[in-house]
C-alpha cells in the first residue's frame, strides 16, 4: 500500500512540471498572440476609417450631381462598412481550422457564381464586364469571393497533403486545374486584375507549401502566356492596358484616365491641397470613388498622406507574414500568408495603376475604395488573418 502511495506521489510530482509547462505554453501562447494581433487589428480598423473619409471627399460632386445627395455614396459605404465589420467579427471568432470542411462547398458555389454572373439577363453588365449578381445596391461579385474559396481549397488541400508535395499530380494539378477553371470564368466577364490577384494567391500559397520549383514555374510561364494573350487579343483590351506606356498618344480616349490621375498626383504635393478641396473629382478623373480613390488621396493629403497609406499596406504585409510563420500548423500558414498576399498585391496593383507604372485593371484600393463586395470580401479575409495570429505559438516555426 505504501509502495502504491509512493508511485503515486511520484507521478504526480513527476507529471507537476509538464502540466504547468503545457498551461505555460498555452498562457505564452494566448499572450504572445495579441500584440501580433492588436496590431494587426490597428491597421485594418485605420484603414478602413480613412477609406470611410476618403469615399465621402472623392465621391461628394459625382453623388450631388447624380444622386441628388452629396452623402449618397457615404451611406452606401458606411452600410457595407457596418456588414463588413460583422463579416469580420464573424470570421474573427471563427476557428480558421473548421474552414477546412468548407473548402469544397465554397469552391463549388463560387464556381455556379462564376457561370451564372455570365447568363444575360442575370448578369449586371456595367461598362462592358457583366462582373455583379444582385439588384441596385445590393448586387455582388461573385469574382470576389472566388480569391477566398480558391485559398481555402488550395491550403486545405496542401495542407493534407503535404507529405507528397513531390508528386505534383495529387498536390500542383488540382490546385491549378481549379485555379484554371476561376480565372477562365473571370477572364469571360472580364476582369483581368482579379485574375492576376487570384494567380497571386494561388502560386503563393503553393510555393509556401513546398511544391517543386520547376514544375510551378513552368504552370507559371503557361499561364502569364495565356493572360498576355487573352489581354491582346482585342484591339479596345490591348490598347487600354498598354495606354499606361504613351497616355499622351492619345490624351482623350484612352491615355485620358491616367493623364488626369497623374494630374492629381502631382497637384498634391508634400501636404495637398487640403480635405475635400479636390479638382480631379470634379468631373476631370472617372471613378474618382472606387479605382482611382488613391489619386485623390495624393491630391488632399499629399505625398505625406499617400505614403501614410502605403506605410499601413506595408506593415500589413510585415505583420500577415510574421503571422504565417507564427501559425499553429501549416493550414493556418498557407491562409494567413495567401491572405496577405491577397490584400497586398491588390493594393499593389491598384496604386501602381493609378501612378501608371501599371496598366489599369479595375482593382479596388482594399478597405479603402468604395465598394461593397471588395469590402465584405477583405473583411471575411482580414477576420480569418486576426484568428490565425490570435490562436499562434509564440515562436516561429
Known sequence: MNTRTRARETSRVAGAPRVAGARGSVQSSRGAAPSNYVLLLAVIVLLNLIGLVMVLSASSVTALQHEGSSYYY???????????????????????????????PLVAVSAVLLVVVLVPGIGQNVNGSSRWIGVGMFGIQPSEFAKLAMLVFAADLLARRRAWMADTRVTLRPVMVAFAVF??????????GTTIVLAAITFTVLFIAGTPLAPLA??????????????????????RILAFLHPWSDPLNTGYQPIQSL?????????????????????????????????IISEELGLVGAMLVVALFVALGF???????????????????????????????????????????????????????????????????????????????
Open 218 to 239: 513552368g504552370w507559371g510561364a503557361a499561364g502569364c502566356c495565356l493572360a498576355g494573350m487573352a489581354s491582346m487579343g482585342e484591339s479596345y483590351r490591348r490598347a
Open 74 to 104: 457615404f451611406e452606401r459605404q458606411l452600410l457595407w462598412l457596418f456588414l463588413g465589420s460583422m463579416t469580420l467579427v464573424v470570421t474573427m471568432r471563427f476557428d480558421y481550422r473548421r474552414w477546412r470542411k468548407l473548402a469544397v
Open 263 to 295: 494630374v492629381s498626383v502631382a497637384s498634391g504635393g508634400w501636404f495637398g491641397v487640403g480635405l475635400g478641396a479636390s479638382k480631379a473629382k470634379w468631373g476631370f478623373l472617372p471613378y474618382a470613388h472606387t479605382d482611382f480613390i488613391f489619386a
Open 183 to 192: 480565372a477562365a470564368l473571370i477572364m469571360l466577364q472580364p476582369t483581368l
Open 319 to 397: 505583420l500577415g507574414v510574421r503571422t504565417g510563420l507564427r501559425a499553429a500548423d501549416p493550414f493556418g500558414r498557407m491562409l494567413a500568408i495567401g491572405v496577405t498576399t491577397w490584400l497586398c498585391v491588390q493594393a499593389f496593383v491598384n496604386i501602381g495603376a493609378v501612378i501608371t507604372v501599371l496598366p489599369i485593371t479595375g482593382v479596388p484600393l482594399p478597405f479603402i475604395s468604395f465598394g461593397g463586395s471588395s469590402l465584405l470580401a477583405t473583411m471575411a479575409a482580414a477576420g480569418i488573418l486576426l484568428n490565425v495570429a490570435r490562436t499562434a505559438p509564440r515562436s516561429p516555426r
